[in-house]
């Protein structure tokens, strides 16, 4: 019986259907390979990871609506499509992304406790469902997003499987964790200030927020958060971050605005040439809020040093306009009102108005402060966005290709830190605010980031980094990404706690 190595995980036979400590490392583009040849069933797929989820997910808490039986009907249906993932186990994180008739809860003990389900499919549950994926849960977030941990009081904290006392970052944390620890090869996010690429630092995973519209939010939005909602997943390879975007990308109709066409499929970025690039590096986050750890300043530091050796043209970049004002004098009033508005759209949904006790105490805090929020100011502080927004997207036209960043300013956090209770909740907005102080830039300017896992601490932790290239290019990026995958192979390393 001969092997071969397969990119995502180890290798493959070609004769026999490898064991599942073997199955569950690689990643989707092999599974569905294996699908293809007939060394596996879609079935078989699902099983192993239902088997997985249930002997691991009672210490890692990341999925909170098990869809085990109706995964199983799907896999071993005539009518599950022939796409490129025919069989592949899913996991969809519970804000966004509704899967008609299943709980979807977004973190909140209000709709847990009222069984609301959504109605429809979402635009880019169809798509993943015409790929060939098959759902088998929905995984956990903090309530309605709004924190880079995964702690909601609903469902309780979801754990890191590299240190379980640790953070998986939010608000794709649970999706993150699942990925992390095998029990899926790919797990859907979204990202509205960081929450793909966050998670993705913390649990060592590769984390592409698209540029702007390259996904749909349809049909129920066409804005979420004001311009700042990306959709996509997290993965362990960059060929599965590309391929998956190759399966769900597009606009649908009646979206607001679309993305720029890519030249040709993402998936044959992978392994094409980047060329030499101009990359600047900066470590101070915007504004120089917050001291940055030294783990996040040396991954930094390591990556550059790896482009560099890879013949880029790497150099420190000031980048100025990050340091701008007007992030931060707009941020406490837009996201205030957003705050308020998705409590009255929960209310509207559930026909019952959402109180103050029915919130976690910062998520109810801010609520109240928006709804003083006049359309006006709304108006202005988005207007002092893109004002900002253009300033910064002004240095991908003269001066980089790509900058290079650290994804979070520390490593994955204890629980507990930022916990919805742990402080005032005036003081957890502070805290959330450094953690999405690389990231949520590039959610305004709507331009790609993806997160790599390129580094470890002394601990063992993983610490991401985050490369930006212009609006529209995830072509570059995804060359990049896959040069310094191979150059610096992540595959092989699973966290202390995993299949």
């Known amino acids: 019986m001969t092997q071969h ?48 989820i249930e002997r691991l997910d009672g210490k890692l808490n990341a999925v909170i609506t098990p869809l085990f039986e109706k995964a199983r009907a799907a896999a071993g249906s005539a009518t599950l499509p022939d796409g490129p993932f025919r069989g592949v186990p899913l996991l969809l994180k519970d804000v966004l992304c509704h899967s008609a008739g299943d709980p979807a809860h977004s973190g909140m003990r209000a709709l847990r406790d009222r069984g609301w389900r959504a109605p429809e499919d979402a635009t880019l549950t169809r798509r993943f469902l015409a790929a060939g994926f098959v759902i088998c849960g929905r995984t956990n977030v903090p309530e309605l997003a709004t924190s880079v941990t995964t702690e909601p009081l609903a469902y309780g904290p979801t754990r890191n499987p590299w240190d379980l006392t640790r953070s998986t970052g939010g608000s794709s944390g649970g999706s993150a964790a699942a990925v992390a620890a095998g029990l899926v090869p790919v797990a859907h996010g979204n990202d509205m200030a ?38 996509h997943v997290l993965t362990r390879s960059v060929r599965d971050t590309a391929a998956v975007l190759d399966a769900t990308a597009g606009m649908a109709t009646g979206d607001p605005y679309t993305a720029p066409a890519p030249a040709r499929p993402y998936r044959e970025e992978v392994g094409a040439d980047p ?13 120089a809020t917050a001291p940055v750890h030294a783990d996040c300043v040396a991954a930094v530091e390591h990556t550059a040093r790896l482009l560099d050796g ?66 006006a100011q709304w108006l202005s502080g988005v207007q002092m966005w893109q004002r ?68 470890r601490n002394a601990e063992g932790l993983p610490i991401g980094v985050q490369l930006v290239a212009a609006y529209g290019r995830e072509d570059v990026l995804l060359r990049l990404a896959a040069q310094l995958e191979a150059a610096a192979p992540w595959a092989g390393e699973r966290p202390p706690f995993s299949a």
């Open 388 to 455: 900002w927004g253009r300033e910064v997207a002004a240095l991908w036209e003269n001066d980089v290709d790509v900058l290079l960043t650290p994804t979070l300013a520390t490593p994955p956090l204890p629980l507990g830190h930022l916990a919805p209770t742990a402080q005032e909740p005036m003081e957890l907005v502070a805290g959330v605010a450094q953690g999405i102080a690389f990231t949520l830039p590039f959610n305004l300017t709507g331009q790609p980031a993806v997160s790599l896992p390129l580094y």
């Open 194 to 231: 960081g929450s793909i690429r966050i998670p993705a630092s913390a649990c060592g995973l590769v984390g592409l927020k698209p540029t702007r519209a390259r996904t749909s939010l349809g049909p129920e939005f066409g804005e979420y958060w004001g311009p700042g909602t990306h959709e």
């Open 5 to 52: 190595q397969a990119p995502g995980g180890g290798p493959i036979a070609s004769g026999a259907q490898p064991p599942d400590d073997e199955l569950a490392w690689l990643d989707a583009t092999a599974q569905a390979e294996l699908v293809r040849r007939g060394v596996v069933s879609p079935t078989e797929l699902v099983e192993a990871a239902i088997a997985r």
């Open 275 to 287: 060329g030499v690039l101009r990359i600047g590096f900066r470590t101070a986050p915007p504004g």
């Open 310 to 375: 890879l013949g880029h043209r790497v150099a420190p970049e000031a980048a100025p306009a990050l340091d701008s004002p007007g992030l931060f004098e707009a941020l406490p009033t837009l996201f205030a009102a957003i705050l308020a508005w998705e409590v009255a759209y929960w209310s509207q949904r559930i026909g019952a108005p959402l109180e103050p006790g029915d919130l976690e105490p910062m998520n109810a805090a801010l609520a109240e402060a928006g709804r003083s929020v006049t359309a």
